[in-house]
Nanobody
Framework: QVQLVESGGGLVQTGGSLRLSCLAS????????MGWYRQAPGKQRELVAY???????EYTDSVKDRFTISRDRANDTLFLQMNSLKPGDTAVYYC?????????????????WGKGTLVTVSS
């Protein structure tokens, strides 16, 4: 089992920046892929970015060139650096992970989830 705890959300003005963190615990060695999702009020959950164990990353089009996902293995932490924030980025952001041996593709939910952290971007 893997436990994930997000932090770093808050209120920021348009154009501002935030860095989200996700601390992983438990069976850390079993994690293959980690990612960030978000869910805005009244909308479906959306995969924002993910990082493979190889270090390669993928982003949804709306955040490319603004958000950066990274993973600090030494401290078991996943980050999402968010720059040039827009009101449309307002959402609860969730950290998630996929263990080795689990089949995953971007349209499938990951196996482990945090409880989320709220990001609000004011206009």
């Amino acid at each position: 089992q893997v436990q994930l705890v997000e932090s770093g959300g808050g209120l920021v003005q348009t154009g501002g920046s935030l860095r989200l963190s996700c601390l992983a615990s438990g069976s850390i060695f079993s994690i293959n892929i980690m990612g960030w999702y978000r869910q805005a009020p009244g909308k479906q959950r959306e995969l924002v970015a993910y990082i493979r164990n190889s270090g390669s990353t993928e982003y949804t089009d709306s955040v490319k060139d603004r958000f950066t996902i990274s993973r600090d293995r030494a401290n078991d932490t996943l980050f999402l650096q968010m720059n040039s924030l827009k009101p449309g980025d307002t959402a609860v952001y969730y950290c998630a992970a996929v263990p080795y041996g689990s089949t995953w593709y971007p349209k499938k939910a990951m196996d482990y989830w945090g409880k989320g952290t709220l990001v609000t971007v004011s206009s």
